[in-house]
């Protein structure tokens, strides 16, 4: 490996430029427990700018981090589950799916029982990191641990002559990164505080400010003693709330909030839940809490003084649970699910406070409450507003299990076809064409209402498109992406031929080649096929260093490969082949060689098999990397890596095959 590393740098001098990436270094240290336990600690220094993905990836999504140890002697046995310390967690908007990862350091820690007398545990890693840029090919580690020097660190690098870390790892507290973390519970405030104003307008609540505020006003002595009770009496909402948001963060733990996201169980319990929260909001029954509560509660809230004030914010809470509980228990499963401990306490304090807040502003100026609107059958209409949009978020947690198990019950058209007619229905309630149980008769639809209507009846239309694949960028969030679906050419399109695809241009596809939709790209997975085809054809190969888990593989294909020009040189004037150094399929068995970076491993994957040849005849590892060459593979331009500037690429392509022409 020393020399490989030497004629790497030699290289490096020779070039002017080496791209050998190496943002990851490990280091390994133990933590004697007891006699026989013992603690393996992982640490990952990460350097500034990339991130190492975490070991509970979704299905479909980048490669995750995993842990091997070696126990084939039988000398110990491993306990429980590699655990690792809390990540950022982000909704993706390539993937579409909450992935977390890691910055600046990662820590990762095994329990394990020693049963015989061995003093050297040996293990491996496989990572992947990525960048703003690039992504690099998954890359295994040794990772040894010597349980004689316990709590002494040992590093270890994917190169050998990398700096070690000599640090022991103290405790499984790095803080995540402040501007990100602090951006995810921002917006869970702000929609918690948001969806509080909502539960002001439902009936249960928003008839409660007056009769309260006129309770504290006459109830006072004087106007500042009336204003300090009123509140006296928001704080106490706060307090109760946010209790509960920390009630729910001790009962799951941060371990179980990271899982929410993609666990199945969960997402079909919170499906299930919205479900019986949306039926409630719309009229089928009333959610509500034992009446003896609250009389007990009213009973103390007569005692008077701040305790008496405390518990008559408990009676609002418990009176006004069948319009507050579902709004309260939808945000606590989306705070939860984003795999934030702190975010339930976080949605609740926003909610609270927004609920909390008219009380105090009309006890300081009662002269308001005439400016308030009268209660009517207006509150109802919020009410199932707010059921219809319950619906349609609970089949969103219906289309997470569903992906995770890949089961293509819930696949796209059928997900936008849900949702058009959940929305298509809100917006003939909302023009008066549908009545529910408790709504009162309608004799004309007030500005406000017709104004949401026409918004939803557009929201609704804008959706139909999707069905034939259209990508509907505004709510790219929430339905399955465009591959997982019943065709990704659109309704009404399958791939029986290539003349049965839009823009089609090939008669027959070669062996080895493959149709990449919904553009018709003709792609080669094959260097050697796709290198005999362009022969045949006498057209340029372009090389495209790939992999399924590239986030800025998949920016270009989607925003720049489709540009016209772009397009119709991919289509039409060079061989594409595209070369995946994470494909995880084995190679033949006749295809099974030793690597040359890595002495004694052996190259047993077809992702290894290409990322090698990237490494070793581009210098560099990173991904997206495209290579214009020629038939005998010499490069006809300088390869470029992520460019996202649709005419510098374009340029770039230009120039190459111009050329190959000469």
Not at 34 to 52: P, V
Request: hydrophobic share 45%.
């Amino acid at each position: 490996m020393k020399k490989i590393f030497l004629l790497c740098a030699f290289l490096f001098t020779m070039l002017g430029q080496a791209q050998i990436f190496n943002p990851v270094k490990w280091s390994t240290s133990v933590e004697k427990l007891s006699d026989t336990e013992y603690k393996l600690i992982s640490k990952a220094t990460i350097e500034k700018g990339w991130h190492l993905y975490s070991q509970n990836v979704p299905e479909n999504g980048p490669v995750p981090t995993s842990f091997i140890y070696d126990d084939a002697n039988g000398q110990f046995k491993i306990i429980g589950n590699t655990t690792e310390e809390k990540g950022h967690t982000i909704n993706d908007p390539v993937f579409e799916m909450e992935i977390t990862f890691f910055e600046d350091t990662a820590v990762f820690e095994q329990k394990i029982a020693v049963v015989g007398d061995e003093k050297t545990i040996n293990g491996f890693v496989e990572y992947m990191v990525c960048d703003d840029t690039r992504c690099l090919p998954p890359t295994e580690v040794d990772l040894p641990f010597n349980l004689e020097e316990s709590n002494a660190a040992a590093a270890v690098s994917t190169s050998e002559n990398a700096e070690a870390d000599s640090n022991p790892t103290e405790g499984n507290t790095t803080k995540l990164p402040a501007k990100k973390s602090e951006k995810t519970l921002w917006g869970i405030f702000f929609i918690a505080f948001f969806s509080g104003f909502a539960a002001l307008l439902t009936p249960c609540v928003f008839p409660m400010i007056p009769m309260t505020v006129s309770f504290f006003t006459k109830q006072s002595k004087n106007k500042a003693a009336g204003i300090r009770n009123a509140v006296i009496y928001g704080l106490s909402i706060i307090v109760i709330y946010v209790l509960l948001g920390i009630l729910v963060s001790l009962i799951f733990g941060a371990d179980a909030l990271n899982a929410l996201s993609t666990n199945v169980w969960f997402n079909i319990i919170f499906f299930l839940l919205l479900l019986v929260f949306a039926a409630s909001f719309l009229g089928a029954f009333e959610i509500m809490l034992p009446n003896s509560w609250a009389n007990k509660v009213d009973s103390q809230a007569d005692r008077g003084g701040l305790i008496g004030i405390f518990f008559m914010a408990l009676a609002l809470a418990i009176v006004s649970f069948s319009c507050t509980g579902p709004i309260v228990g939808t945000l606590l499963v989306q705070a939860a699910a984003g795999g934030s401990q702190i975010g339930p306490i976080v949605g609740m304090l926003g909610f609270s406070f927004a609920i909390a807040l008219p009380f105090a502003l009309f006890a300081a100026f009662p002269g308001w409450l005439n400016s308030l609107p009268k209660s009517g059958g207006w509150l109802n209409t919020v009410k199932v507003v707010l059921g219809f949009l319950e619906l349609a978020l609970a089949f969103k947690f219906l289309s997470n299990a569903d992906l995770v198990l890949q089961l293509h019950w819930l696949e796209r058209e059928v997900f936008i076809a849900i949702w058009i007619a959940v929305f298509g229905a809100l917006a003939f309630y909302l023009f008066g064409k549908i009545q529910l149980p408790h709504d009162s008769p309608i004799t004309h639809i007030s500005v406000g209402r017709l104004s949401l209507a026409l918004i939803t009846l557009s929201f609704t239309i804008y959706m139909i498109p999707g069905l034939w694949g259209a990508p509907l960028n505004l709510i790219s969030a929430f339905p399955p992406p465009q591959h997982y679906s019943e065709s990704p050419y659109g309704v009404g399109y399958t791939q029986l031929g290539s003349s049965n695809v839009p823009g089609g241009h090939h008669d027959e596809v070669p062996e080895g080649a493959h149709l990449m939709p919904p553009h018709n790209i003709l792609a080669f997975d094959d260097y050697d096929k796709g290198l005999a085809y362009a022969k045949k054809v006498g057209k340029p190969v372009m090389l495209d260093f790939t992999g399924h888990a590239c986030v800025n593989c998949r920016k270009m294909e989607q925003n720049v490969w489709v540009k016209p020009n772009i397009l119709s040189i991919l289509k039409n004037d060079v061989i594409l082949i595209s070369l995946y150094v994470d494909d995880k399929r084995k190679l033949e068995d006749d295809e099974i060689v030793d690597s040359k970076l890595k002495p004694g491993k052996q190259l047993k994957y077809i992702g290894q098999k290409w990322s090698e040849l990237q490494t070793i005849k581009y210098k560099t590892n990173s991904q997206p990397f495209y290579v214009l060459m020629g038939h005998d593979e010499e490069n006809l331009i300088e390869p470029v890596a992520y460019t996202p500037d649709a005419d510098e690429y374009y340029n770039w392509l230009k120039a190459g095959i111009s050329s190959f022409k000469k």
